[in-house]
C-alpha cells in the first residue's frame, strides 16, 4: 500500500447511523476501521444483541469486516440501522 | 386503438390487409398486451371473466380507454377465430369498424356506417353478395353447406328477370338462413371447444411447473434440513453466507414447523432467488431481471416505527432516494418485476409485486387484508423515482393498475405461516408460476426455504 493510500486511511471521518424512531447517533471512526466496531459500539451503547440489528447502505446489508473505505463512505455519510423483523399471524 | 390501427395500415403497402394480420399486429402492441394480460389471468370460463370485468367496473377501477381496447379486442378475437372473416380485407379503420360493428356497438357510431349496417342486418347477405358481385373461391366445407344454393344458382336469373320472388328464391332464401343458423351454432361450438382446450392447456401447464417447483426431497436432503433447523448449536453461529448477508443458526430454528419465520431467512430467500432469476435472465436473453428489495424498505419508505406519531406510517420518498442503486441496470423502470416483501406491525408477513413491464401492483397476502395503503404508497415511490431519475413525470400514469389482494390468493388455516406463503409468492411469482400452493403445502415449502438456503440457490 502506498503512503498516500495509508494517510488517506487514517483520516478520520464521521458516520450517521439512522434508527427506525428517526433518531441519529454520530460515530467518528478512521476509514480504515471494520464497520464492526461501530456496529458493537452501537448495539452496547443501546443495550441490544448485535445480531438483533441490521445495518444497511442503500438497502443492503453492510458485512462487519467492511471498512468505510471500501464502501465508499465520505464524510457525514448515513447508514440505517434497522431492527430485525418477524412475523407469523 | 384507432390511431394504432390508421398507424398500422398507412405503412402497409397498398393499404389494404386482411383481418388475421390486423389481429396479429395489434397483439403484439404493449397496450393490447395488457388487455390480453388480464384475460389470461383468470382460468376460469368466459362468463366468470366477464363478471370480473364488471366488478372491475364497479369498483371505480377501470379506464375507459382499457375497457374500449379490452371490448375491441375480444371481438378481434371472435372475428379472427371464424375461418369466412380471417381473409377479409380492410384497408381502414371505418371499414374494420364495419367488420367490428356486427358483434358489437360503437359507442358512436356514425350515421353513414350505421344505417349501412342497419340495412346489412335485415337483409340476408347473399342477396348482395351473389347479385353485384362474382362469387369468392368456395371452400370444400363451404361447398359442402352451400351444395342447395348452387343446384338452384341457375333459376337466379329468371327471379331477377321477372324482378320478383319466385319459388325457388324463397327456397334459396330458406336454405341461406338455415346455413346461417348451422355456422352461427358452429362457431360458437367451435370457440367454446377451442376455450376449453385452451384452458385445459394452460391449467395443465401451470400443474406442472407447481409440481416441479414443490418437488419431494431425497433423504439425504432431508437430513440436511433436519439438521440444521433442529440440531444443536450456537444461536450466533454463521450458516450460510452470500456477500454481506447472512443466515445465523437462531434464524434458520425459525423454519422449524410453526416458528414465525425472522427478516433475515425471508431476506436470504429472496437473495437466492435473485441469483436465480439472474442466471435465467443469462440464459433467456429476452427476460428482464426483476429485484427483490428487503423489508426495510417498506418499513422506511413509510417511516415506521418513528417516534414522531406525524412521521410513523408517513410517506417519505427521500428515505429510500438511493435504494435502486443496488438494482440490477440500476433502473427500476427496465426491470420486470419488484417484488417487495413487507412486515407489518412486527407480526405478519406479506407481499407486494410491482409488474413494471404490465405497469401493474398487485399485494398478496395469505390473511386476506386489501393491503391498498402499500398500494399507493409503492405507486407513489413509482411516480417519484420516475420524476428522480428520468427528470421527467412518469407517462402513461392512467394506465397503471393497483390490484389489491384477490380472493383466490393462497390463504394460511393458521397463526405461524404467513413467512411460508411470503416466500411462495416471490418464489413462484418471479417464475411467471400461477400460485398452486396452499396450507396443506406449507411443511414442504418450509423445507424448500431451508434448503435453498442451505444449497445456496434457489432450488428449481
Not at chain 2, 83 to 94: C, G, I, M, Q
Not at chain 2, 199 to 204: L, S, V
Not at chain 2, 313 to 323: P, S
Amino acid at each position: 500500500m502506498s503512503d498516500e493510500a495509508k494517510t488517506e486511511g487514517a483520516e478520520p471521518i464521521t458516520i450517521r447511523v439512522r434508527d427506525q424512531t428517526g433518531e441519529e447517533t454520530f460515530f467518528k471512526i478512521k476509514k480504515s476501521t471494520k464497520m464492526q466496531k461501530v456496529f458493537d459500539t452501537y448495539a452496547q451503547r443501546k443495550g441490544v444483541q448485535a445480531s438483533s440489528l441490521r445495518f444497511l447502505l442503500d438497502g443492503e446489508r453492510i458485512e462487519p469486516n467492511q471498512t468505510p473505505k471500501m464502501l465508499e463512505l465520505d464524510d457525514q455519510d448515513q447508514i440505517d440501522c434497522m431492527l430485525e423483523q418477524t412475523g407469523g399471524c | 386503438m384507432r390511431n394504432e390501427v390508421e398507424d398500422y395500415l398507412r405503412g402497409e403497402p397498398g393499404a389494404s390487409v386482411s383481418i388475421r394480420h390486423l389481429v396479429d399486429a395489434l397483439s403484439q402492441s404493449n397496450r393490447i398486451k395488457n388487455a390480453y394480460a388480464k384475460q389470461k389471468e383468470s382460468l376460469f370460463g368466459p362468463i366468470s371473466r366477464r363478471l370480473k370485468h364488471l366488478m372491475a367496473i364497479a369498483r371505480g377501477q377501470n379506464n375507459p380507454a382499457l375497457e374500449a381496447r379490452y371490448q375491441i379486442t375480444t371481438v378481434l378475437r371472435l372475428i379472427s377465430r371464424r375461418p369466412s372473416a380471417t381473409a377479409k380485407l380492410v384497408n381502414s379503420w371505418d371499414d374494420l369498424k364495419k367488420e367490428l360493428s356486427l358483434d358489437m356497438d360503437f359507442a358512436e357510431p356514425s350515421e353513414e356506417v350505421s344505417s349501412q349496417f342497419a340495412a346489412l342486418r335485415v337483409t340476408p347477405k347473399f342477396e348482395l353478395v351473389q347479385l353485384t358481385s362474382p362469387p369468392p373461391p368456395i371452400s370444400p366445407a363451404d361447398k359442402k353447406l352451400m351444395g342447395v344454393a348452387q343446384s338452384v344458382a341457375p333459376k337466379k336469373i329468371e327471379y331477377e328477370e321477372l324482378g320478383e320472388k319466385g319459388p325457388w328464391a324463397e327456397h334459396l332464401e330458406q336454405k341461406q338462413a338455415e346455413r346461417a343458423v348451422e355456422k352461427a351454432e358452429e362457431d360458437a361450438r367451435y370457440d367454446e371447444l377451442e376455450q376449453q382446450l385452451e384452458e385445459k392447456q394452460k391449467e395443465e401447464e401451470a400443474k406442472k411447473l407447481a409440481s416441479s417447483l414443490l418437488r419431494d426431497y431425497t433423504n439425504e436432503e432431508e437430513d440436511m434440513i433436519q439438521s440444521a433447523t433442529c440440531g444443536p448449536g450456537w444461536e450466533q453461529e454463521v450458516l450460510q453466507s452470500e456477500g454481506p448477508d447472512t443466515v445465523l443458526r437462531g434464524s434458520m430454528r425459525t423454519l422449524r414447523p410453526g416458528q414465525w419465520l425472522n427478516d433475515e431467512i425471508i431476506h436470504f430467500f429472496l437473495v437466492m432467488l435473485a441469483k436465480r432469476d439472474e442466471e435465467l435472465c443469462l440464459a433467456d436473453p429476452d427476460r428482464k431481471r426483476s429485484h427483490f428489495f428487503k423489508s426495510f424498505f417498506i418499513t422506511k419508505l413509510r417511516n415506521e416505527g418513528h417516534t414522531d406519531p406525524n412521521k410513523d406510517g408517513a410517506y417519505e420518498y427521500r428515505n429510500v432516494k438511493r435504494w435502486s442503486k443496488k438494482v440490477p441496470g440500476k433502473d427500476i423502470f427496465n426491470l420486470d418485476k419488484i417484488i417487495f416483501p413487507i412486515n407489518q406491525g412486527r407480526m405478519h408477513w406479506v407481499c407486494a409485486v410491482a409488474f413494471m413491464q404490465e405497469k401493474r401492483i398487485q399485494f398478496y397476502d395469505s390473511m386476506g387484508s386489501s393491503g391498498k395503503e402499500y398500494l399507493d404508497d409503492l405507486f407513489q415511490y413509482i411516480k417519484d423515482e420516475h420524476q428522480d431519475k428520468k427528470k421527467a413525470p412518469l407517462p402513461d400514469e392512467d394506465q397503471w393498475e393497483l390490484v389489491t389482494c384477490t380472493s383466490d390468493t393462497p390463504q394460511q388455516g393458521n397463526g405461524f405461516d404467513c413467512g411460508v406463503f411470503t416466500c411462495m409468492f416471490a418464489d413462484f411469482l418471479s417464475k411467471n408460476c400461477p400460485l398452486l400452493f396452499s396450507q396443506k403445502h406449507v411443511d414442504q415449502c418450509r423445507k424448500r426455504v431451508a434448503l435453498s438456503i442451505l444449497l445456496g440457490k434457489a432450488i428449481l
